[in-house]
């Protein structure tokens, strides 16, 4: 059976398109384990619906695969549709698409089963990487028995035998990696089910365990701070009869923040009360790697603290909640000496140094950042005694200068500084205008010293 490919006339040409058409092609048409598995990353994970379908980590999932393939080795052809990438930060995508799945039966019917398909990729140099994968279905009825119930387009067959959807669900369950959760549709979504994958997820040993923490309410599990958005996203979706997707934060059982990407959709139970069934999965290191370089593109490398960047997204929002407010430069006089005579390394550590000297000595919510080469400059919110200031900054001046004595004598290096104290609401180009403006005087006439102008 040959894979159909969808969008592919759209996005051949896209890279992240042809890896996840690679893996559905691997996996479910050419079923070969191998190239499967050399597309998945150590920590990536897989978890069906289904007693004993939890895989955490490639080998795990490894494992799970070769049983499948042993059970069900026939291949599965697919076409994938709906197709949309958004990049996650530095070579990381998130996608969504819909892939169809056809599965030729002994009886010669041919079924076909309706997925929709989220995942997170990274890649390294020009390998992709599978780091999670999410395939949902919901409809509105299921059987008992099911868990989520299959939706079918039979050729020749009206319908399927009951051993026939079993066998389906079964190789659809290991595809779906992931904790599922219902609650009724009513006020604080009374807890309906959640399987054992989501209490895995959320740190519970039982599901009684769960259900007493949370009152039996699924809203007590949410982060408080994400509840009004995941109810007005649910509210808003359902009334539309839409299928909802989310991300949002959970309060584990050791009040630890679980992020998850939830899709769900109203269903109606045997007693005729609706549903929220929702699919959720761990997205919490994507959530963090995401952090980790948004962090990255505003922080100094060699000491940690803000850059350029990072002081000019941060003292903007700062100045917005502060009455007055102190802007400082911070300069390294003959700093060139110490690369020259001692080396770099030595220039870098001087460095970090005055990062460390900083950071010790003022607020952490005071702004750090390092300007670039040898300059540093402090923004100090609500700064109502600018004789501490001064205070800490000619201490830090004389320890610098103790510094230099000890490890580098022979630079005569020291600091200069030059700031300004204002009221007025200014942009960061204005003040380090002026505060440069201020530090240039000092060195141009006194380094190794200290000047605050005042403007308002």
């Known amino acids: 059976m040959n894979s159909g490919t969808g969008d592919i006339n759209r996005w051949k040409d896209a890279p992240v398109y042809a890896a996840i058409n690679d893996f559905f092609h691997y996996y479910l048409t050419q079923r070969d384990a191998e ?22 980590g490639k080998t795990a999932f490894a494992e799970m695969l070769k049983t499948e393939l042993e059970q069900l080795p026939d291949p599965i052809g697919y076409t994938i549709a709906d197709f949309h990438q958004k990049p996650q930060g530095n070579n990381c995508w998130h996608i969504v698409c819909s892939v169809e799945m056809i599965v030729d039966l002994p009886d010669g019917a041919q079924v076909r089963y309706h997925t929709r398909v989220t995942a997170g990729l990274h890649r390294t140099g020009t390998h992709f990487w599978l780091d999670t994968i999410h395939i949902s279905e919901a409809s509105k009825y299921q059987e008992e028995g099911e868990f989520f119930p299959l939706q079918y387009v039979s050729r020749g067959v009206e319908q399927l035998s009951r051993q026939n959807r079993q066998e389906l669900l079964q190789l659809f369950e290991q595809a779906m990696p992931g904790g599922i959760i219902g609650g009724y549709r009513e006020a604080g979504f009374p807890l309906y089910l959640a399987n054992d994958r989501l209490l895995e997820m959320m740190g519970y040993e039982s599901l009684e365990e769960y259900e007493a923490d949370i009152q039996g309410m699924v809203l007590n599990s949410i982060h408080p701070e994400d509840r009004a958005l995941v109810v007005e996203e649910v509210k808003s979706t359902i009334v539309r009869d839409e299928q909802y997707e989310l991300d949002f934060r959970l309060k584990k059982q050791d009040n630890s923040d679980l992020w998850v990407h939830s899709i769900g959709r109203k269903t109606v139970t045997a007693e005729g009360r609706e549903v929220i069934i ?179």
């Open 35 to 56: 190239a499967t598995l050399a597309m998945l990353p150590d920590d990536f994970y897989s978890v069906g619906t289904g007693e004993g379908t939890v895989a955490v």
């Open 278 to 456: 929702s699919v959720l999965y761990d997205i919490s290191q994507q959530v963090d790697t995401q952090a980790s370089l948004a962090l990255e593109a505003v922080s100094d490398p060699l000491t940690g603290i803000y850059n350029r960047k990072g002081a000019q997204a941060c003292i903007p929002k700062a100045m917005q909640h502060t009455c007055c407010y102190l802007f400082f430069m911070l300069d390294l006089d003959n700093f060139k000496r110490i690369n020259d005579l001692y080396g770099h390394q030595q220039g870098d550590e001087a460095l970090c140094f005055v990062a460390e000297q900083l950071t010790s000595r003022f607020r952490s919510t005071d702004i750090i950042c390092r300007l670039g080469g040898d300059e540093f400059a402090v923004f100090v919110s609500d700064c109502k005694d600018l004789l501490a200031i001064q205070h800490k900054l000619l201490q830090m001046s004389d320890t610098y200068c103790q510094m230099m004595q000890k490890r580098w004598p022979e630079a005569g290096s020291s600091l200069s500084a030059g700031g300004v104290f204002g009221r007025k609401p200014r942009t960061f180009n204005e003040l380090y205008k002026i505060a440069d403006e201020v530090l240039y005087e000092i060195k141009k006439s006194r380094k190794g010293h200290l000047k605050l102008r005042v403007l308002d």
